[in-house]
């Protein structure tokens, strides 16, 4: 019998397929590897080729020049665009405003064949520092109300480009399922008065069926709820609304983490596709008893994307003890 | 500038890029062309490779036999079964109940090698009754709170087999999005005490620049806060909760409306996978005033995935206005 599971946080319901349970070989994989060729603006010797830095981490050269292992770039093609005034309109019944807000490209190492999973561990570190600097940079800006950070990884989970890099975007606006999380985490809150995501590392730590591993700062699960086969979080045990407060023992701690996680998925799916999001509360916001910040990241395995995008309703073929078993036991050199 | 824009119903936020809208030819397109080939569980003579039909049109042969016009099956493989209790439960701080539901399978055609596009008036009609059948059917069940009827055309939107055909989905739950979709209906029948699906049609009319075309019963426009390129909406003229409400003259002209966008698609598009959905009140509940069924098409052009599903903010390349005048200027023979 399937089983019918709702994610305590949301609200969602999801389907757990458990009769015909999906193992990784059972997955038309389409294996991210770089084939490099084309001329990369994101290659050492091409800095010119992007908007000038915003933040580099480097040992040599001046601003725009060689010898950075990381850059923060606008992106060229920005989603948003930071000059100018919101301008809140109506149009009859429709409300809009200017596309205010930025949109930076974190250039990950500037070997253009590597990958975020094979990185060394240091450098996987620097990657998530860049991310803390720039969101304590823009967040000054107070028309920002949301800072998102992301990985989309191989073509199949939107990357347009090979070399490795995250993106991050600067809102006007909280997004919808954001809020929604917040409001759902609030809503525990007020009837328990104990942060849900301490009450669920507190169950799994328990039950330890969903558990793939945990270090001294964080617990990697695969959520009861899972709406994507191998869907995993990284929770920190330590409780926290924003991720540009954490410090640096617990960041250094989260490279390591982040980079064990990935290379798990890499050994027992085969290097997929990904997608990687920061969940963190809304800039503007001070220290929340409510909600906890965490990085969910969801393999690109399956294409059924019509029907959930429609409803919201999740079919997942993997149930998340079983992608939660393959993670854990996938030993690494 | 690109331009934010809120979803009047449902409160969503999509950036509408304006400076550099993508056109039809700007997306790397996956034309659908059915190929045959491989033996199809669907096509005629291979009846008993599916459960047993749970309705038929046909014109000679009895049940399970060749025939038959379109034809109605389980699915073999479903996400939910008909058999045995809900059972509710709580597990910790989690909840779960059983997979109780129904997962069924429209075959529109006899015909492997077509396309719903492609199916002549009457045939496009009969898809859509036999969709209303299987609803008044299943709704008889109490235990089914929401039925849910979509297309997955093409393998890029999550189809499996090329035989042209629907899924319904009956759950014993209503969707989070679903459930978004009405209460964000309702809250503005609260302060207006109009129907907002009514409103905007009416808008829509006065503005026309984000009009397909219109028929007797309906109106076809380019959603003004679409969330995808070319997303399109068929929206009844007259306000009802209920597409299984619908009468045969609107079922009828529904069916032309409906063979007219999608052959609009295959033009502009050059025939590419899409993902349509009815959105329809929960099949428990009365006549809502606040609530309008409508149809949702969307061209699966684009794979930025991973940040939308995180976020729930959508970026779109192609304004709604231009989508329209394409999809307008389409001329059909």
Redesign the interface.
Same mark, same amino acid.
């Given at each position: 019998?399937?089983? *019918? !599971?709702?994610d305590?946080i949301?609200?969602?319901?999801v389907?757990?397929?458990t009769d #015909?349970a999906r193992r990784p070989a059972d997955f038309t994989r389409e294996r991210v590897t770089a084939t490099g060729g084309r001329i990369c603006p994101f290659c050492p010797g091409n800095e010119s080729k992007t908007p000038p830095e915003v933040l580099a981490y480097r040992s040599a050269g001046g601003a725009n020049e060689q010898g950075w292992s990381l850059r923060v770039v606008p992106n060229k093609?920005p989603? *948003? !665009?930071v000059e100018?005034e919101l301008d809140r309109q109506g149009?009859?019944?429709?409300? #809009?405003?200017?596309?205010v807000g930025a949109h930076e490209v974190i250039i990950e190492s500037p070997d253009h064949m590597t990958s975020l999973s094979e990185l060394p561990e240091k450098q996987v570190s620097d990657v998530l520092f860049s991310f803390r600097d720039r969101i304590n940079d823009l967040r000054k800006d107070k028309r920002l109300r949301y800072i998102?950070v992301?990985k989309?990884h191989g073509?199949?989970?939107?990357a347009t480009l090979e070399h490795p890099h995250s993106?991050l975007?600067a809102?006007?606006?909280v997004?919808?399922?954001?809020q929604?999380e917040i409001d759902g985490s609030l809503r525990y809150y007020s009837f328990r008065e104990r942060c849900?995501f301490c009450?669920?590392l507190q169950?799994e730590l328990a039950?330890r069926q969903r558990i793939v591993f945990e270090t001294d700062h964080f617990v990697v699960i695969a959520p009861?709820?899972s709406r994507f086969p191998f869907e995993t979080w990284v929770l920190p045990r330590r409780h926290g609304a924003h991720f540009a407060a954490v410090d640096a023992p617990t960041m250094h701690n989260l490279g390591w983490t982040l980079r064990t996680v990935l290379r798990k998925m890499d050994k027992v799916l085969e290097q997929p596709p990904?997608?990687a999001?920061i969940?963190t509360a809304p800039v503007q916001t001070g220290e929340l008893d409510h909600y906890h910040w965490h990085i969910?990241i969801?393999p690109?395995l399956t294409?059924?994307?019509?029907?959930e995008?429609?409803?919201?309703?999740y079919?997942n073929p993997t149930p998340p003890e079983e992608a939660a078993r393959f993670l854990r036991e996938a030993g690494l050199p």
């Open positions: 019998m399937p089983d *019918l !599971r709702k305590p949301t609200g969602r319901w389907i757990i397929a #015909r093609f989603a *948003l !665009r100018g149009e009859g019944l429709y409300d #809009r405003m200017n596309g998102i992301f989309n073509a199949a989970a939107g993106q975007i809102l006007p606006v997004p919808k399922r954001v929604e849900i009450d669920i169950q039950t009861y709820a990904y997608n999001i969940h969910e969801i690109k294409k059924v994307a019509g029907f995008w429609g409803t919201g309703f079919i």
